[in-house]
């Protein structure tokens, strides 16, 4: 007993940071999503060559976020940032069908990565916004998310400009922290 408190409190004040790399195609809205998380409030961004990284802290929980180009050129290099990795943020344009099948075989990809074996993977429908959007639902049956048996997994509607459904998915990242 005594040892379980000592290591909830040990939780508390050892501040582990937990390795998160935000993904997705060029212009789905990875780097709006990293400074709304970081600032709340949204930052113009041009198209990110390499990464950017940033720490966020919810609830005394320090994520290290890696946000990672999302250009065609840039997608084979995704690996060299899969070690140590606990979350996969894929951020998936909601208007954006005619790429929606190129985003699948880049999940399924990463999900088949070793490095990867035990990340959680939190997919957020961006652009919720916008006319004509796919809904969250269509986009997970399109991905088929249902098929993920080895991976928890969540998929979060949301608009990178207004910040809306950002704090929902960190909230499903923090609760699966120390559950595997």
């Known amino acids: 007993m005594m040892g379980l408190i ?19 195609l060029d ?34 929980t320090h994520f290290l976020m890696w946000d990672i180009g999302g250009q065609e050129s840039l997608r084979s290099s995704w690996n060299t940032y899969y070690s140590n990795t606990e979350f996969i943020i894929l951020v998936v344009d909601s208007i954006d069908r005619e790429r929606l099948a190129i985003t699948k075989e880049e999940l399924y990809r990463m999900l088949a990565h070793e490095d990867l074996r035990k990340a959680g993977v939190l997919i957020f429908a961006n652009k919720q916004d916008m006319k004509g959007c796919m809904t969250a639902a269509e986009i997970s049956k399109y ?18 400009l207004t910040g809306e459904g950002l704090c929902q998915g960190l909230e499903w990242m923090t609760s699966r ?4």
């Open 27 to 60: 212009n789905a809205g990875k780097t709006t999503i990293l400074y709304q998380f970081l600032m709340n409030e949204v930052v113009h961004t041009s198209p990110t060559i390499g990464s950017n990284v940033e720490e966020i802290v919810v609830k005394n």
């Open 143 to 160: 991905l088929t998310l249902s098929s993920i048996k080895d991976h928890p997994w969540h998929i979060q509607s949301c608009c990178a």
């Open 6 to 24: 000592f290591a909830k409190l040990w939780s508390l004040f050892c501040n582990q940071e937990h390795k998160v790399i935000i993904v997705g």
């Open 177 to 180: 922290i120390g559950v595997r």
